[in-house]
Nanobody
C-alpha cells in the first residue's frame, strides 16, 4: 500500500519558517518525482512545486519561488518542503503527492493526508 504521511505543520507568525516532512512507504521513492500541493479554505488546490528523482531539478509555482525549497532523501524515503518568509496567504492544508507537475493538484488519489499550516499574527 502506497502511503504518504506529512508532518511538521503548525501555526507561525508572518515572516516565520516551517519545514514540512513527507515520509513515503509502499513504493520505491527513488523512481518517482515528488510534488507538494496545497489547498486553502474555500479555494481550489494549487501546485506548490516538484522535485525530480535525483534532486538535480526543482520546479516552483510563482508564489513559492524564492521562499520555498523542496528537497528529498531517497535513502530515508523522505521529501521536505522548507517554507521561509511565510505570509498569511500561505495558510492552507499542505499535501505531499507522488508524481510531477501542476496536474497533481487535480488528482487527490496521489496525495497524502495533509498537514495544516497557519500563518497568523
Amino acid at each position: 500500500e502506497i502511503r504518504l504521511v506529512e508532518s511538521g505543520g503548525g501555526m507561525v507568525q508572518p515572516g516565520g519558517s516551517l519545514r514540512l516532512t513527507c515520509v513515503a512507504s509502499g513504493f520505491d521513492l527513488s523512481t518517482d518525482d515528488m510534488t507538494w500541493v496545497r489547498q486553502a479554505p474555500g479555494k481550489v488546490p494549487e501546485w506548490v512545486g516538484s522535485i525530480n528523482t535525483i534532486s538535480t531539478a526543482t520546479y516552483y509555482s510563482e508564489f513559492a519561488e524564492g521562499r520555498f525549497t523542496i528537497s528529498r532523501s531517497n535513502a530515508e524515503n523522505i521529501v521536505w518542503l522548507q517554507m521561509d518568509n511565510l505570509k498569511p496567504e500561505d495558510t492552507a492544508l499542505y499535501y505531499c503527492a507522488k508524481g510531477h507537475g501542476p496536474a497533481l493538484a487535480k488528482n487527490r488519489k496521489m496525495w497524502g493526508q495533509g498537514v495544516q499550516v497557519t500563518v497568523s499574527s
